[in-house]
């Protein structure tokens, strides 16, 4: 696992600039003019994506992963209603919270905005969950539950997931793209540890999130639950973005996006209650 991390991060380093001039060409020539609008940072964390991507098949004949079963999954007769239920359960409480943003006028809507943009968020939350799922609670959990108990397992699974997505080098870190500057974005990725509130407010978060999931995914053996949970929480907070703008931060409740702050945190842990009830509904059916 170490090796697959290490090769990923190398990948994704040395993608990166190849990913940003090919993007930035097809721009020029009028070839999806969009990419135009994304900085250097945005290919790196795809680069990365498209290594651990890459490198998968050779970690699963490594690890000698035939089946699904190898890593604790099993069909899922009813996947498309846990695929309902689980976004359902996630886009929920986040919607309310985004009311309650804009009651407060801590968010406003916007003075213009496209619907047309709104929807360009559809294929990354389509996308997105299906990948991060597959790798996060597919392959590494399942990994891990080979070796040690289930908890233990949700813990580090959500603390790698946490961990991979809190690294992000600050915007326009890199202005001028160098064929090492994946290398540079990886070192300013550790930037943001030195303001603690942001770590405590947006890594906990993401543990919390990465913990959901894992419960989801070990509850039912499955993972179609957590890719709507997934999906769910994607859509809601990119949509928002793109309808709403923020007037203030108040840290340490509300911070600089969805993920950071106390608020944040605690639409989470409602989430992960209504989550529980839904579990525990399930097993209580199967029981009578």
């Not at 990923?8 to 930035?24: D, K, N, Q, R, Y």
């Not at 047309?116 to 968020?121: A, F, G, I, K, T």
């Not at 990994?143 to 699974?157: D, K, Q």
């Amino acid at each position: 696992m170490l090796a697959y991390f290490a090769g990923t991060i190398l990948f994704g380093a040395l993608a990166a600039p190849v990913l940003f001039w090919t993007a930035e060409a097809l721009a020029t020539r009028g070839i999806f003019p969009a990419l135009a609008q994304f900085d250097f940072e945005s290919f790196f964390h795809r680069a990365l994506l498209l290594g651990a991507i890459v490198l998968l098949w050779p970690l699963l004949r490594w690890l000698k992963v035939r089946r699904r079963d190898d890593l604790g999954l099993e069909p899922n007769r009813h996947w498309l209603r846990h695929l309902a239920i689980g976004f359902l359960l996630s886009s929920l409480p986040v919607v309310g919270c985004e009311l309650f943003l804009l009651l407060s006028d801590a968010y406003s809507i916007r003075a213009s905005f496209s619907w047309l943009n709104v929807l360009e968020v559809l294929p990354t939350a389509i996308v997105v969950p299906f990948i991060e799922e597959a790798l996060f609670r597919g392959l590494f959990l399942g990994v891990l539950l080979r070796a040690i108990r289930p908890w233990p397992a949700n813990v580090v699974s959500a603390g790698i997931f946490s961990i991979v997505h809190f690294l992000k080098a600050p915007d326009q870190t890199t202005t001028l793209v160098q064929w090492y500057s994946g290398f540079v974005s990886l070192a300013h990725s550790f930037d943001q540890f030195r303001e603690p509130m942001l770590v405590l407010g947006g890594f906990t978060t993401l543990l919390v999130i990465g913990i959901i999931l894992a419960h989801v995914r070990l509850a039912t053996r499955s993972l179609w639950a957590p890719i709507g949970l997934h999906a769910g929480w994607i859509l809601t907070s990119m949509a928002f973005a793109k309808i709403a703008r923020r007037n203030w931060m108040l840290l340490p409740w509300l911070g600089k996006n969805l993920l950071i702050g106390l608020l944040p945190l605690a639409v989470m842990l409602v989430t992960w209650l209504l989550v529980s009830v839904w579990l525990n509904y399930g097993r209580l059916r199967q029981t009578t």
